[in-house]
C-alpha cells in the first residue's frame, strides 16, 4: 500500500502558531505567525492570517483591546540599527607636471 506525498491533518496543524520568540533579530521576509488570527500586524509587518516581517530588525510584542474589548496581540519589528559606515580615507591628489619642449 502506497501513500500519498503531503502533509496529513496531525502534522498540517503542528506547524500552526508563533514562530519567532519577542527580541529575536529576524530579516526581511521571515514569517513571524501562520494562520492565526489571535495575532494582529503592527508595525513594520506585512500580511493578514500569516504575518511576515516587512524589514530586518527586532520582534517585540505588544497587547490592546480591539472594538469589542477583547484583547489581542498585536506583532512589531524594531529596525534594527546598522554598524555606521567607516568613511574612507581622503585620497591626496597627485599634480602632474607636463613637459613641454621648446621649439628651436
Do not use: C
Amino acid at each position: 500500500m502506497s501513500r500519498r506525498g503531503g502533509l496529513s491533518a496531525v502534522f498540517y496543524r503542528e506547524t500552526r502558531g508563533v514562530k519567532v520568540s519577542g527580541g529575536q533579530q529576524v530579516k526581511s521576509g521571515t514569517i513571524l505567525t501562520r494562520e492565526g488570527h489571535k495575532w494582529q500586524k503592527g508595525l513594520n509587518v506585512n500580511g493578514s492570517s500569516s504575518l511576515v516581517a516587512g524589514i530586518d530588525g527586532e520582534v517585540y510584542f505588544t497587547r490592546k483591546k480591539n472594538s469589542y474589548n477583547k484583547i489581542i496581540t498585536v506583532v512589531n519589528v524594531k529596525p534594527s540599527e546598522t554598524a555606521p559606515v567607516k568613511a574612507e580615507k581622503p585620497v591626496k591628489a597627485v599634480k602632474t607636471v607636463k613637459t613641454v619642449k621648446a621649439a628651436k
